[in-house]
């Protein structure tokens, strides 16, 4: 079973909230709320892996790395989004990020403005899916018994 929400049109960077997506794809939700709270704090910062040109080092076990508070904010609300949409489907916690995808939306030119810019907008999608973390220990514990 799995639940879905998606944001679209959001008026953050495509870039900053792909690097959340893949910083976060693959982790619980409860576990995905602490580091994007963490990260408006500005206490834990996202690594920069892809689009890392001229972004400096941060402490801990990471290079390349920033703080994207706005990008943060939109995405914590939609994860929190997207766990209310699996308590409501009846699934099992925790919930484990299985798809966090970031797309561009459409680039319209900003309103009222004579120089040509156009505006950021973005897509995403969170895909969560509910398991019991502590039975598939069980499960691979047997498997390799056998």
Known sequence: ME????GKLL???TKQSVEICSFLR??????????LERVLEMKEAIPYKRYNHNVGHRPGKMAAGRYPLKAASQI??????AE????AKGLSKPF??????ANQGV???????????????????ILLHGTEIK????????????
Do not use: F
């Not at 639940?3 to 998606?6: C, D, G, L, N, R």
């Not at 039975?135 to 056998?146: G, V």
């Open 3 to 6: 639940a879905k929400a998606t």
């Open 11 to 13: 008026q953050i960077s």
């Open 26 to 35: 693959g982790k619980t939700t409860d576990r995905g709320k602490q580091i």
């Open 76 to 81: 914590l609300n939609l994860l929190k989004n």
């Open 84 to 87: 209310a949409n699996a308590e």
């Open 96 to 101: 484990v990020i299985k798809e966090m995808l």
């Open 107 to 125: 680039r319209s030119w900003h309103p009222g403005r004579q120089r040509r810019r156009k505006t950021k907008s973005t897509h995403i999608k």
């Open 135 to 146: 039975e598939t220990k069980e499960k691979a514990k047997i498997e390799t018994k056998k």
